[in-house]
């Protein structure tokens, strides 16, 4: 199983969560149709829901209840922004623009 403390993006790149997106990341709410954009975050992925999961760094099983509408909490939760991050769009995809706007926010 992946390890769900890897901290590079799909580009090889070494990814920085600074103390307050972290933070934010724990007390996401996610979106109301959440089901649906975990189904478009896989698309976009092109694995299989079992190489999805492991790339997430949990059990399918639970990736199955994701889909079928019970919200990731705690460490997994996190382990799949971390890997929405990684994506390409990945965040756009998972969460509110409003979630992403306090995300992505410059420190200053």
């Given amino acids: 199983m992946t390890n769900h403390n890897d901290s590079f993006r ?3 790149t070494e990814e920085q969560f600074s ?7 724990q007390a996401a709410v996610l979106a109301v149709d959440f089901p ?4 478009r ?9 079992a ?8 059990d399918p099983k639970l990736v199955h209840r994701w889909r079928n509408g019970v919200e990731p909490r705690g460490w997994a939760m996190h382990a799949l ?3 929405a991050a990684r994506m390409p769009g990945g965040m756009a995809i998972l ?8 995300f992505f926010k410059e420190d200053s």
Avoid: N, P, Y
């Fill in 10 to 12: 799909f580009d090889g």
């Fill in 19 to 25: 103390e307050e997106q972290d933070l934010a990341l």
């Fill in 36 to 39: 649906k954009r975990l189904e």
């Fill in 41 to 49: 975050l896989h698309e976009v992925s092109g694995l299989t829901w």
């Fill in 51 to 58: 190489a999805f999961a492991r790339a997430i760094g949990v």
């Fill in 81 to 83: 922004f971390r890997f």
């Fill in 95 to 102: 969460v509110t623009e409003s979630f992403q706007m306090s």
